[in-house]
């Protein structure tokens, strides 16, 4: 079945330590967004490609980055995590980005020690 | 104030019972999402919606423009529905940036 999938499920990282997340899709869809959602609060949306163009959010600390290599992939690279940056983080696509429906993945759930 | 409001915020069922959560919003969209999300889980799109009613198996979702009031229904509910249900809008100007409802977590007991 086309969907997108997320690796790893779960991710431990030490503070400090780089870390990176990873996102694919078999949907070709050409929009894909990462969110970042902590506990019991709505997701965030940190950034999201169109095709080859990359837009950030306007509050998406420059902590975060991201990285698509081709249609299919999309990465979420960390650079220096710190404790507040432990979250769930979703991975989404949509057809297009004028109000098509997003599909999202299972989710990677952060954990820094 | 959340531009997104859902209602009720938490709601116990039996099983078997017929179940109704609202979502309101405060200006003009191009399309509204259901989404449900179980306690620790990703997130699963239900229904994208611009006009009318939509079904699929025991979940109809109806949206109503002019008043902006969406529902999502579960008919026959099952334990396995127990999950947070939210409801999405892309709002200031923008068709992809959602925003998202506070949400509504269902518990459906056996």
């Known amino acids: 079945d086309a969907m997108v999938i997320q690796n790893p499920r779960y991710q431990v990282t030490q503070f400090g330590k780089p870390v990176t997340l990873s996102c694919s899709q078999t949907l070709n869809h050409n929009v894909m967004y990462w969110y970042q959602q902590k506990s019991s609060q709505a997701p965030k949306l940190l950034f999201h490609?169109?095709?080859?163009?990359?837009?950030n959010e306007a509050d998406t600390p420059d902590n975060f980055q991201s990285r698509r290599p081709n249609t299919s992939f999309c990465f979420l690279d960390i650079r220096s995590p710190g404790l507040g940056d432990a979250a769930m983080y979703l991975c989404a696509t949509s057809r297009d980005q004028v109000g098509d429906e997003q599909f999202f993945g299972p989710g990677t759930r952060l954990t820094v020690l | 104030k959340n531009e997104v409001e859902q209602s009720p915020q938490n709601l116990t069922a039996q099983e078997g019972e017929f179940i109704t959560i609202n979502c309101s919003y405060s200006?003009?969209?191009?399309?509204l999402h259901w989404l449900q999300q179980h306690p620790g889980g990703g997130i699963v799109s239900l229904f994208m919606?611009?006009?009318g009613k939509k079904k699929h198996g025991r979940l109809i979702a109806t949206i109503n423009i002019q008043e902006k009031h969406s529902s999502l229904h579960i008919t026959a509910s099952h334990p396995r529905d127990s999950a947070v249900y939210i409801c999405?809008?892309?709002?200031?100007?923008?068709?992809?940036?959602?925003?998202f409802g506070k949400g509504t977590l269902l518990t459906v007991n056996p």
């Open positions: 200006v003009g969209i191009s399309a």
């Open positions: 999405a809008v892309p709002l200031g100007g923008s068709n992809y940036k959602l925003t």
């Open positions: 490609y169109y095709d080859k163009d990359f837009n």
């Open positions: 919606l611009s006009s």
